[in-house]
Each structure stands twice: as C-alpha cells, then as structure tokens.
C-alpha cells in the first residue's frame, strides 16, 4: 500500500537522526555503541526496503557486501538522504508509470464518452473493466506478483485478493475492485438489469482515482 509521505519523511529523519548521532562518535565507539551502531544498519536496510519502490535503484544497495560497518553505514545512509529526497519533491514515480496512468485515463475518457454522448452502458462498463484488468496486471508485475498460474493466465479476481496480500491496497480496495469485476462481468454476459449506468459512471470515476493513486 502506498506510504503517506509525510509519514515516510518523519521515519526517514528518525533513522538519519539516529545515523547522525553514531557518526559524531565514530573514533570513539565502545563494545555497547558497535551494537547500536550494527541497530542503526539493521534500521537502514529496513527502511529501504519499506520505503523504496520495488526494483528501484535504492533497493540494490541492499545486495553489497562490505568489508567494515562504517562503510556500510556511509553507504545506506546516502541512499536514504536521497530517498528521502525524492520523497520531499514527489519524484519517486516513474516515467513508465505516469505514461500508464495517462493512458488509463485516455481510455477511462472513452468509456465516459461512450456513456454520456452514446448512452451505452455495457460497452462502456467492459472497457472501463478492460482497463481495470490491464491495469492489475501491471500492478502484479510491479509488485512481483505472479500473473500466470499452471502456464495460464490468472483471473482478475485472483491478480485482486494476490495484490491486497502483497500489501498493494488494503481490503476495502480489494472489495471495491471486486464490485467493479462484477459490473464488468454483468456486462460481458449481456445481463443488462444488473447495473446501471450510474454505477458505471461511479465506476468509471472510481477508476480515475485507482489507477492514479496506485500506480503501475
């Protein structure tokens, strides 16, 4: 689920507080400070790992190996001043994201169309659906989840309950998806009397904020 940015920015200056008091003492640590010293380390790979997106260049420093603790400790807690950075000027989504989200909305303003100047509910409730299960699987392979199972596709009802365990969105998300899938499939069966074309028009708004809030 995304983190609040206000909330990853008072966690960030925690830890870097923390960094900060460890480096003053450096020349003069004690066998209790070298315990805190490998806490702060332990602290800054969590962090990373919470806070950075998933397949950033942040999360790769993850991987070095080091010879000393303090080389460690220089080198994550330059990844967490720039992390938090990039958290301070909203530069953490990608360009490949922001191109997704506008043609999430590309296509969500066709469906808008297609209901308000058309008046036709059902095609405009499957592509709105068309672009909500695109954009799951987008969101499954940004979060490293699988989108296939036993060679074949996985249903969007899956890559859904696979997203919330993956700590994507929360449950109410995974429920609201879930009522969108059914307007969706309503749709695809011809079985016109189970929606409205409010709910589609509600569905339709509903996805514009999805898609831009978790982006993929």
């Given at each position: 689920m995304p983190i609040d940015k206000q909330v990853a920015l008072t966690q960030i200056d925690d830890v870097l507080g923390e960094w900060s008091q460890v480096q003053q003492r450096m020349d003069s640590l004690?066998?209790?400070?070298?315990?805190?010293?490998?806490?702060?380390?332990?602290r800054m790979r969590a962090l990373i790992t919470r806070l950075a997106p998933?397949?950033?260049?942040?999360?790769?420093?993850?991987?070095?190996?080091?010879?000393n603790y303090y080389d460690e400790m220089l080198d994550l807690a330059g990844v967490v001043?720039?992390?938090?950075?990039?958290?301070?000027?909203?530069?953490?989504?990608?360009?490949?994201?922001?191109?997704?989200?506008?043609?999430?909305?590309?296509f969500l303003g066709m469906a808008e169309y297609i209901l308000q100047d058309e008046n036709l509910k059902q095609p405009a409730?499957?592509?709105?659906?068309?672009?909500?299960?695109e954009h799951l699987r987008k969101l499954c392979n940004k979060y490293g989840v699988a989108t296939t199972a036993n060679g074949k596709p996985k249903r969007a009802d899956t890559m859904n309950s696979d997203l919330r365990t993956a700590g994507c969105y929360g449950l109410n998300e995974q429920k609201?998806?879930?009522?969108?899938?059914?307007?969706?499939?309503?749709?695809?069966?011809?079985?016109y009397d189970e929606f409205d074309e409010?709910?589609?028009?509600?569905?339709i708004g509903g996805l514009r904020d999805f898609t831009s809030k978790y982006s993929a």
């Open positions: 004690s066998d209790g400070e070298e315990i805190h010293e490998r806490t702060v380390i332990a998933p397949g950033s260049a942040y999360i790769s420093i993850l991987r070095n190996q080091y010879g001043q720039a992390l938090r950075a990039d958290y301070r000027t909203d530069c953490l989504q990608s360009f490949r994201e922001l191109l997704n989200t506008e043609l999430c909305s590309d409730a499957v592509l709105a659906g068309g672009v909500l299960e609201q998806v879930v009522a969108w899938l059914g307007i969706r499939n309503s749709a695809a069966h011809a079985k409010d709910q589609v028009r509600n569905m």
